[in-house]
């Protein structure tokens, strides 16, 4: 059976910083392309982040810069590091991870930037 599941969302002041994580169970993560989202209320998921199982990664505009995801392949885990967070990030974040033939998605970790 497939889990992902995220961590390390919270309330975080603007200017701060969170690391979420996104733990894969019965899948391997690194073969397969991983992407984060998110979906602030009355608006839709948005992709934030994504690394390919080349390490290629590609960002929202609102993030580059801010944003960085990589993996760690012995933990089968990968990583959203998000650095001068402003309030207009806040929003549940979701992993989701394709395969050839399918794709999952975790619970989701919210995520509240305000003062």
């Known amino acids: 059976q497939v889990q992902l599941v995220e961590s390390g969302g919270g309330l975080v002041q603007p200017g701060g910083s969170l690391r979420l994580s996104c733990a894969g169970s019965?899948?391997?993560?690194?073969?397969?392309?991983v992407g984060w989202y998110r979906q602030a209320p009355g608006k839709q998921r948005e992709l934030v982040a994504a690394?390919?199982?080349?390490?290629?990664?590609n960002y929202a505009d609102s993030v580059k810069g801010r944003f960085t995801i990589s993996r760690d392949n012995a933990k089968n885990t990968v990583y959203l590091q998000m650095n001068s967070l402003k309030p207009e990030d806040t929003a549940v974040y979701y992993c989701?991870?394709?395969?050839?033939?399918?794709?999952?998605w975790g619970q989701g970790t919210q995520v509240t930037v305000s003062s």
């Open positions: 019965g899948i391997v993560l690194s073969i397969n392309t």
């Open positions: 690394i390919t199982r080349g390490d290629s990664t």
């Open positions: 989701k991870t394709v395969t050839f033939t399918s794709y999952y």
